[in-house]
């Protein structure tokens, strides 16, 4: 393979990554808690939407936009359900849920669905075409796509809209939001749903490539913390940067370096970033005011 | 008429702290009250109970009639109540046009759903709360800060730029926490006829804490002077100047 054409995987992938990534961000910043859970609500999301899709005779790109609400659902249930009665509680305790929540649904769904991996189908031809000498695959293309249109309109929604600048604002400030008027509880839910559309996105868009089964996104939600940490964790671009960095070079570390030692690269480059730079490669230090 | 706030027997303990300690005073609609008293007396505990940031030990408030400590915090801006702080709680990574315009967040609502699917009643209300914001950024002379991050203000516009938000949710009773603090003389003199236009012109009701006394004398029609948690005196700014018991517990000290 050339360079470009692992370029363009690694770009997919990365993507893959971003989605997750910028879940977790948006999490974050709206309640304040890291939510280790949030790939297995994913693979869980990605399941009920391959149940939709067997069940009915849904066609598959009505499905996978489907994924958004099925997410939102599912990630504002877990918030009123599971979050909100501990929002109060010290950070420890609710880190210690969100571990939970991970558990919860990765044994729930190797239960309804079985411990084998699912065949997933794909909205984009798997098999690589030339495009200027260069090989790539649909998919990979396709989940470019995907992503950079989820993150545009996300941008759109946080820039453009009142209740996007009314969320950036409750997470600056929570006191002075409420002050306004604003209902930082519901806030609350609407980032959690808002990731949990996003992160099905995600589980949806790599299944295909790599079967659907209960420990699909154990590695990428990993990855996806690394590459958020990469772009700051507090930066929604930053995140999406981070994470198309990471999968690009985890890719040509791949071919060039080693297989084997891929998965490593990834942790050895958040150990290196959080040492060197902890507040992320793109966020500019700026003097905390008092 | 209702006043447009009443405090009854208002105490809030700390542990053992006697932060206040039963103040009672009610301002009438319209009037400028200031709220006096030596740092440490508890003005600005008083000023959290009001806007439900701290839960007082026991006592009432009541804005225009209503049972203030029954309301959440998000819901005291919808009666009428919005305030400005000492130290500022700004939307430091928003823009000054876009602080501004949270301050009528509560006026114009839309749903998430229908900003998502971006229909027309979410960009209605998006215009008429910008245009709002836009006309009180022009009246505080606030324009050429516009797209600017309130952050990298200075602390004068900022504190501009937070009165504007405050006047753009059309408060009916504001309570000011020393906006005075940090400005010079004249400018201090400007916010003085400022607050009272706001009064006469807006016929809003302010509570202003404030340890600027030429401030407080001129633009205040009656004055709550609290030290230590307790009121010792309540009165028009020329009893409370003459006042024994305040020359010696406040102003006597300067």
């Known amino acids: 393979m050339t360079l470009l054409s692992l370029v363009v995987s690694g770009l997919a992938l990365g993507s893959i990554y971003a989605l997750i990534g910028v879940s977790l961000v948006i999490i974050s910043k709206a309640t304040d808690v890291v939510n280790f859970g949030q790939g297995e609500m994913a693979m869980f999301g990605a399941f009920l939407t391959l149940t939709l899709l067997r069940q009915t005779d849904m066609p598959l790109w009505l499905a996978v936009l489907a994924t958004l609400p099925i997410g939102f659902l599912l990630g504002a249930l877990v918030q009123l359900i599971v979050v909100r009665p501990i929002e109060n509680a010290p950070a420890l305790n609710v880190l210690i849920s969100t571990l939970g929540l991970f558990f919860v649904f990765n044994s729930a769904a190797g239960i309804v669905w079985g411990f084998d991996p699912h065949p997933f189908p794909s909205l984009f031809e798997l098999a690589p075409i030339t495009v200027g000498g260069v090989a790539v695959t649909p998919a990979s293309l396709g989940i470019i796509a995907v992503a950079l249109s989820v993150m545009f309109a996300l941008y759109l929604f946080f820039e453009k809209t009142r209740w996007g600048t009314a969320m950036r604002a409750a997470s600056m400030n929570r006191t002075a939001a409420r002050m306004m008027g604003i209902r930082v509880e519901h806030v609350a839910v609407a980032a959690w749903g808002l990731a949990g559309g996003l992160s099905v996105i995600s589980a949806v868009l790599i299944a295909p490539l790599t079967f659907l089964d209960q420990q699909m996104m154990v590695s990428i939600i990993l990855k996806g913390f690394a590459g958020a940490i990469l772009g700051g964790f507090s930066s929604l671009p930053g995140s999406v940067i981070g994470c198309l960095i990471l999968g690009v070079a985890e890719t040509l570390f791949g071919a060039y370096v080693s297989t084997s030692m891929k998965d490593s690269f990834a942790f050895v480059l958040i150990i290196l970033v959080l040492l060197l730079r902890p507040s992320g490669v793109f966020v500019t230090n700026r003097a905390k005011k008092v | ?254």
């Not at chain 2, 229909?119 to 245009?131: D, I, N, T, V, W």
């Open chain 2, 1 to 254: 008429m209702s006043p447009a706030l009443r405090v009854r027997d208002l105490s809030v303990y700390f542990g053992g702290l006697k932060a206040v300690d039963g103040v009672g005073f009610s301002v009438e609609p319209g009037v400028v009250c200031g709220l006096i008293g030596p740092n440490g007396a508890g003005k600005t505990t008083l000023l959290n109970c009001l806007t439900r940031i701290t839960r007082p030990t026991s006592g009432s408030i009541e804005a225009f009639g209503r049972d203030v400590l029954r309301l959440p915090i998000h819901a005291i801006t919808r009666i009428g109540m919005m305030r400005t702080f000492q130290n500022l709680e700004l939307f430091g990574d928003l823009t000054t046009l876009d602080n501004i315009a949270m301050g009528c967040a509560h006026r114009f609502r839309t749903g998430l759903l229908s900003e998502l699917l971006a229909l027309p009643s979410a960009r209605r209300a998006r215009e008429a709360a910008y245009g709002e914001a836009e006309a009180m950024l022009v009246e505080l002379g606030l324009a050429e800060h516009r797209d600017r991050r309130v952050s990298d203000l200075s602390f004068g516009t900022r504190k501009n730029v937070e009165l504007a938000r405050a006047l753009c949710s059309r408060p009916k009773l504001m309570l000011m926490d020393e906006p005075a603090a940090g400005l010079n003389g004249a400018e201090s003199a400007e916010l003085g006829r400022r607050i009272r236009r706001f009064a006469t012109e807006r016929g809003i009701t302010v509570l202003l804490v404030e340890h600027d006394m030429p401030l407080v004398m001129s633009a205040c029609d009656k004055i709550v002077v609290v030290v230590q948690g307790r009121k010792i005196a309540e009165g028009k700014p020329e009893e409370i100047r003459r006042n024994p018991e305040v020359i010696d517990a406040y102003l006597g000290e300067g």
